[in-house]
């Protein structure tokens, strides 16, 4: 059902167990706690410091200059809509 209503946008089977868990266990918290493994997030801050540097960076160049993985850079921007908005523009 969930799949039917949202598309491509329904969170995972996995994700849908892990919540049932933790709202069972009355945690209503959806964002995830930090541990060992997570992926790194970056400070805005940072990435505009990296940006107004050298404007011409690519999305591997700035991963690695914020020190995070590209999977990291791609999902907190995709996450902060900054591709949608056009705040960045990074290939």
């Not at 167990?17 to 209503?28: A, D, L």
Request: charged share 25%; proline share 3%; net charge negative.
């Amino acid at each position: 059902m969930i799949v039917k209503a949202y598309g491509h946008n329904a969170p995972s089977l996995s994700t849908c167990r892990q919540w049932f868990r933790r709202f069972k266990s009355h945690n209503f918290d959806l964002e995830d706690k930090e541990h060992e493994g997570s992926p790194k997030r970056f400070e805005y801050e940072d990435l505009e410091t990296i940006l107004n540097g050298n404007p011409c960076q690519n999305e591997t160049q700035v991963a690695e200059a914020l020190n995070v993985t590209s999977n990291a850079f791609q999902n907190d921007c995709i996450e902060l809509e900054w591709f949608k908005k056009g705040k960045l523009a990074v290939t």
